[in-house]
């Protein structure tokens, strides 16, 4: 069977965003509030001769702060738990918040192997992306800059997951 890759972490980060982007279709869906999201799940998605099951969490309705939290922890348990890798988003506009150290948390403790994804980065450079030195201190490893809205690195990032299939 295909190897399993889940996209986990916070709402708003552009999961469903990057969803999109890798399977190439418009198949979940993006809005504009965080936490409304209905995604479709599951999608096979290919690169460079490869096919896997591309998984998209966060598709569950919540309004509460907390309930986002434990539900955003939640799915991020459900992922690990089948996944072959992880995609772990932050988002290198809002910075590091404490709902990325909640899922970082959980993903240190696993052996699964977890590329981290800085999203929303339009342009590759220090000076217009302050904050993305911050995702360092999550401890996962060195921060992948992409732009998933505009495609931006996400050859690369696709790269990165191959060679851990
Ligand atoms: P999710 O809740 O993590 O699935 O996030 P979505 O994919 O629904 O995206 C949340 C918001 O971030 C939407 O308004 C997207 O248009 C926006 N977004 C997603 N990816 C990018 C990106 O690469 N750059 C920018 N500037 N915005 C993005
Ligand atoms: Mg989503």
Request: charged share 25%.
């Amino acid at each position: 069977s295909k190897p399993i890759v889940a996209i986990v972490g916070r709402p708003n980060v552009g999961k469903s965003t990057l969803f999109n982007r890798i399977v190439g279709a418009r198949v979940a869906i993006v809005e504009g509030q965080p936490g409304i999201t209905r995604d479709r799940l599951y999608q096979e998605a290919e690169w460079s001769g490869r096919s896997f099951m591309l998984v998209d969490t966060g598709g569950i309705d919540f309004q509460e702060n907390d309930e986002i939290v434990s539900n955003v922890r939640h799915q991020a348990r459900l992922a690990i738990e089948e996944a072959d890798l992880v995609l772990f988003v932050v988002d290198a506009r809002s910075g590091l918040l404490g709902s990325d150290e909640e899922v970082a948390n959980i993903l240190r403790r696993t052996d699964t192997p977890v590329l981290l994804v800085a999203n929303k980065v339009e342009n590759f450079s220090l000076e217009d992306n302050p904050q993305f030195l911050e995702f360092y201190s999550l401890g996962l490893g060195e921060p992948i800059p992409v732009s998933a809205a505009e495609g931006k690195n996400t050859g690369d990032l696709l790269d990165q997951v191959i060679t851990l299939l």
